[in-house]
């Protein structure tokens, strides 16, 4: 067993509290669930590992050896026991008699639901023999940096031989190989050709460890890890060694301005055939390697491990800029780089496809590098995009520690080579080995892979859009905010009662999750505010599909009687306001360059002539011409639209107990002064369904509904028109 007093980076995190209460399989969760939780360790849904236990079949009762192992498309770090399939150890080894060779071996994926243990619905990945056929009860396979980077080097083969004898072990080596059957035929024979094998490195790809229990398999694997660690950190500490070749440029310090600045161009150019949903990252280490000599040439050179480039694709958009210069330059260079990378993909994909691959994919890149500034990651949720930048940042460490276990050595043996690919198709630099184009497009345009996409559940209607609502923390715009997100929508909620749109930001966390969504303070009277509320989303999430407002202000006064100051406030918010918001947020849709939408709220008052109320129903007619002033002013790329809802009193910040008040009294409705706040609403709201159609009151649900119809796709057609929520509302009727 491992000795973790030797340990300098990573932790023993194993509780014997804890584990102490839990059966075999949760000893499996719990390991599961420690090795995730460091990014160091293993990557977001990378790596996978098992265990072999008994259990009594439900068939006939006897006690069968049983593998339990991650199941496909799990995560270490949050698996719960149902992530795992199970597998009759013995019908699994048993297939290897049936295996028709490498050339047919996809076909085993349909054999393993015929093995499966207990009518388990998780289904078993294509790692699956990679487990089973490894003779040791649990077995860890993951992808830390250290591991890859000594997997993907050029005189990696050699260098795991010194680490064993540095370190006492007896790890093997074998070279490249796509997961699947054959590579657990490979790993059952080196395991079998080296006694006292305690690892194996997979060229290109990654590490297996094992123990003979859950607490040994994991100690073993993080002391290994830590090991590679300490072994990799010396050799890139050595006299006269600079990581990538050392800076060729300097950062900006003001980065995350350019950042901010460029991210709406960015987003919509990779956004033309689909949306996406952006991040951005200056971290040291990305700093480091978007500045170096060396980046432009690693980073063409693509990522190695097959689990960086599913998401990252076969290599980033690199942009050839200098930092030093005006950064109003790198619109042109994006868009050159993008036509180059484009028709690379175009070019690899040609090359590569068989009759039955699935179709092209989007050509976009999901990672931008531009020295000076940082990395740009891109997928189809902040979630996604998040990881992707992750994952390269862990490509970064691999090919770090490839160069530094390469300092000061020219290898030209490719020990990754082997029957999957010669020496011949793989491409190197620095001692960092990629992996070859045919194999990462075996990987990416596998019709495992593709069955795997297909299995997803459609996107919804609002999937891959970004919606600013301002004014949604109360009301219609609560309501709004809770909708999109229910359609699939990713959510900033601002409004200047800061408090309120926290609150309804933690309430749209329940449904979409925390990070979709996001809250910020604005006044819409005042530009600067408004320009930082939209420069807050576009950090969060890259840029601004759907602008909605439904702030408003209805003026009221114990004595009835409107002040000057009133009045010019009313059509300062009503009307002045929504022209500021939506000129600011006009140069941020001019610069995504893709089909955007507005929709301002106003009311059936702008059309109902009444008494007491001129500077709200002077203000809102203001505002319904306005939707359709700028509708023509901002046509063809973005659409504006507006609503007209009758009173809506339920869940209004416009109808305080006050105002309430007085217009019972108006109305000479009954009444009692010991009713809640919520109860005198209904009675008013009841009021006003009676003078309608439909005697429904307007909730803001209704109002919420037109609204995402208006913002929505489905009304991509539609622009310069409000709809009436006012329940039939004749006196609204248009002469």
Partial sequence: MANTKGLRFLEDRWDEAVAAKLDEPELLRYRSNLLGSDLRITNFGGGNTSSKLDQ???????????LWVKGSGGDLGSIKRAGFATLYMDKLLALEKVYRGVELEDEMVEMYPLVTFANNPTAASIDTPLHGFLPFAHVDHLHPDWGIALAASANGKIKMEEFNKEFGHKLAWLPWQRP???????????????????????????????????????????????????????????????????????????????????????????????RWIGSFSDLPQVLEFVNSAQAEKLAHLGTSCPDHFIRTKIRPMYIKWNPAGDPTELKELIETALETYRAEYAEYYAKHALKDSPALRDASPTVVLIPGVGMFSFGKNKTESRITGEFYTNAIGVMQGAGSLGAGVNCSDIPQAGPAAAASEFKTHANYVA????????????????????????????????????????????????????????????????????????????????????????????????????????????????????????????????????????????????????????????????????????????????????????????????????????????????????????????????????????????????????????????????????????????CAQAILFLAGPLARCTTGHLIPVDGGLTEAYLR
């Fill in 56 to 66: 009594v079949d439900p068939v006939d009762g006897l006690t069968k050896k049983i």
């Fill in 180 to 274: 699947g059957f054959e590579l657990g035929m490979m790993l059952k024979n080196i395991v079998a050709e080296t006694p006292g094998c305690d690892g194996v490195v997979l060229g290109g790809h990654g590490l297996f460890t094992w123990g003979d229990t859950q607490r040994e398999s994991y100690l073993n694997t993080i002391t290994i890890i830590d090991q590679l660690g300490q072994f990799i950190e010396r050799h890139g500490s050595v006299a006269g060694h600079v990581h990538f070749g050392g800076a060729a440029v300097e950062s900006r310090a003001d980065r995350k301005e350019v950042a901010l600045a460029i991210t709406p161009h960015l987003r919509g150019v990779v956004s033309r055939k689909q």
């Fill in 435 to 702: 992996l070859p184009a045919s194999e990462a497009f075996r990987i990416e345009y596998w019709k495992l892979e593709e069955a795997k996409i297909r299995r997803q559940p459609p996107e919804k209607e609002l999937s891959r859009r970004v919606a600013l609502i301002v004014g949604g923390g109360s009301g219609i715009g609560r309501e709004v905010a809770l909708l999109a997100a229910e359609r699939g929508a990713h959510v900033v909620i601002a409004d200047r009662d800061v408090k309120g749109a926290e609150a309804v930001a933690d309430e749209v966390k329940a449904i979409v999750g925390k990070e979709a969504v996001s809250w910020t303070s604005i006044d819409i009277r005042d530009r600067k505010a408004i320009k930082a509320a939209l420069d807050a989303t576009i950090r969060q999430f890259g840029g601004i599909d759907i602008l909605i407002n439904t702030a408003a202000l209805f003026p009221s006064s114990p004595d009835g009687i409107i002040t000057d100051a009133q009045w010019a406030l009313t059509l300062e918010v009503n009307v002045t306001a929504n022209y500021l918001l939506t000129d600011e947020a006009s140069h941020l849709f001019t610069g995504q360059g893709i089909d955007a939408s507005i929709v301002l709220t106003s009311s059936a008052n702008a059309v109902v002539a009444k008494r007491g109320s001129e500077a709200y129903d002077v203000s809102k007619a203001a505002l319904s011409h306005l939707v359709r002033e700028l509708a023509v002013t901002y046509a063809p790329l973005v659409r504006v639209n507006g609503i007209s809802p009758a009173t809506v009193v339920k869940g209004s910040t416009m109808f305080p107990r006050d105002r309430v008040i007085a217009s019972l009294k108006k109305y000479k409705l009954p009444f009692e002064e010991t009713m809640t706040d919520d109860e005198l609403r209904n009675v008013l709201a009841q009021f006003y369904a009676t003078r309608t159609l439909t005697h429904q009151p307007i909730d803001p649900k209704d």
